[in-house]
């Protein structure tokens, strides 16, 4: 069957295989690759689980990123976050396959270092969520040791950030003029009156609500 699961920019397509009730497992192409990478593989696969295997942005029938907008490696990985919160998968298995050894120039290569490390990146920033992991042609994510403390918070925090601010949807609020300016200088105290007030006349959008 073929899901569609919302997102900022457009939506992530993703195609699932098996029982909704079943053990599920979140499948992840590789590079120029899209869903349809898995179609040989899952029917040889066990019965009792539930396949969904996800178009990354900008692949299959996945939206692309608005034009000029860069595909980095951790955006993948906050995607796959994006579709098993949508999903509502607390704990899963993820399986993640490569872009296989068809290109052997340098950004090739790189593509490739990044593509493998979305399944490994993601089951080292979201452990709890992961129960096994499956690498297909793939490489681990490793860190040096110094830097791993530092780098697990601060991405983890990216990510979880950006998805509770997307889940908010809020609306912007209107104010008065008077309004605008009192909360643009409290949450920036070196401006003086003057200059938020010179600074909202490019940064506020006139509402007839405010």
Wanted: proline fraction near 7%; glycine fraction near 6%.
């Amino acid at each position: 069957s073929e899901l569609k699961f919302p997102v900022p920019w457009g939506h992530v397509a993703a195609k699932a295989w098996g029982p909704s009730e079943g053990h599920p497992v979140l499948c992840l192409h590789g590079w120029l690759d899209n869903a349809n990478t898995f179609d040989k593989l899952i029917p040889l696969l066990p019965r009792d689980c539930c396949y969904v295997a996800m178009d990354f942005s900008g692949h299959g029938l996945s939206s692309h990123r608005p034009a000029g907008s860069p595909y980095h490696f951790l955006d993948y990985v906050t995607d796959v976050r994006r579709v098993a919160a949508a999903l509502q998968w607390r704990r899963f298995t993820l399986m993640g396959h490569s872009m296989g050894k068809t290109k052997t120039s340098l950004n090739a290569q790189l593509f490739f270092l990044s593509y493998c490390f979305i399944s490994p990146q993601f089951c080292f920033l979201y452990p709890e969520m992961v129960d096994k992991l499956i690498l297909l042609e793939n490489l681990g994510f490793l860190l040096a040791p110094e830097d791993t403390e530092a780098w697990l918070k601060s991405e983890r925090m990216v990510i979880d950030t950006l998805l509770s601010l997307e889940a908010k949807q809020q609306i912007p609020k209107a104010r008065s003029p008077e309004a605008a300016l009192q909360r643009l200088l409290e949450a920036n105290r070196h401006l003086t009156a003057e200059g938020g007030a010179i600074l909202l006349q490019r940064g506020a959008t006139e509402t007839p609500a405010g």
